[in-house]
């Protein structure tokens, strides 16, 4: 009887499986691929693989653009054989993704290994992040980001705080464990309020001494312990430029690499027009003001490499579109637009 129930429910679930759509069935594979380790192993060997060195992508220029090449478990194991490594290098990769046809992919970094090997072997170049960032196009640049976060935590804990005992990872990379103590951990990230302060005709940007020259950004600021979003805004509001939120409201949040691995929680914030005088932090900041519509305007259309000036001074410009900021600064533009309409 109760062989005859588990093969009636294996059907009814496969069915219902069956009628899930695509995203749902996609993101129960990887739920499964993280969960069952075997399930995970078996799935090496079918993936696909995006190679780093000591956290930089591996990239190949393909006339003037960029591409981030999929390495197949074969041409993986081929490259691992020039430096008579074996198969063990696999199980140091991580799950980052899977396309809608259920193929796992992988990052892995080979920074133990000769970089120029590689490199000529496979006619490319492992590229700072930053930068790779900004040369490819919008679907493999979150897969890349995501991919050095989860390489970069590894890296970072490969001991157990508590013992101090190595941890080991599981075979899809979503957690390591210390068998001492029992403790397992998980990636972490930290959340990061991002805030276009405005005063209804202006918005304020601001600049870091390490920013680019001619840079200005949003405000931002990790949020404290403790914290809501809507307290984090308020008070990083409050200490870097010395104004009090009236309102605010959420936009949209990205996952951000740098400088480890950040969620960026993306807010429009009104302050009271009478009391909009900047009293600047100047231990983090270089520069804070208000811009008014033209500016911005301009600012948008101006690329890092014209911002430069005869007398030496630089021109503003504004994050480009990868960044969230970019997004916070637009979405303003288009509600004053529509408000002067
Ligand atoms: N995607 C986007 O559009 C943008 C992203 N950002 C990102 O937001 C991040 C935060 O902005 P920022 O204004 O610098 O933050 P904060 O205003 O919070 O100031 C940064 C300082 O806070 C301290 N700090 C507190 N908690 C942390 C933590 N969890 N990790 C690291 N440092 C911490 C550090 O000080 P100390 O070193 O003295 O301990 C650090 O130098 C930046 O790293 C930047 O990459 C910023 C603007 C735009
Ligand atoms: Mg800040």
Redesign the pocket.
Known sequence: MAAVYQALHRRVSSLVCRLHSTYVRKMRYLNQLKEDDSLCRQAQTSGTFYLFHNLSPFLQKVGKKYLVPQLSAAEMKGILEKFQEAEQWIEKSVLIGCSDEHRPCFALDLGALDKSVIESELQGSFTDLRKALFVLDGKDSPLLALAQSLLRWHDSHQYCSKTGQPTQKNPAGSKRVCHASGVTYYPQM?P?V?TLVSNRSRCLLVR?PSFPPGMF??????CDLGENVEEAVRR?VAE?VGLEVESLRYSAS?H?P???S?L?IACHALVGAQRAEISMDTL?LEEARWFGMEEIVEGLKREPSSSKQDDGSFLPWF?PKQ????QLICEWVQQQTAQTA
């Open positions: 930290s990061v991002i870091q950004t949003a405000l931002s600021g990790f990083e870097e990205q951000w740098f400088p480890s950040s960026m983090e994050p960044a969230i900021a970019h």
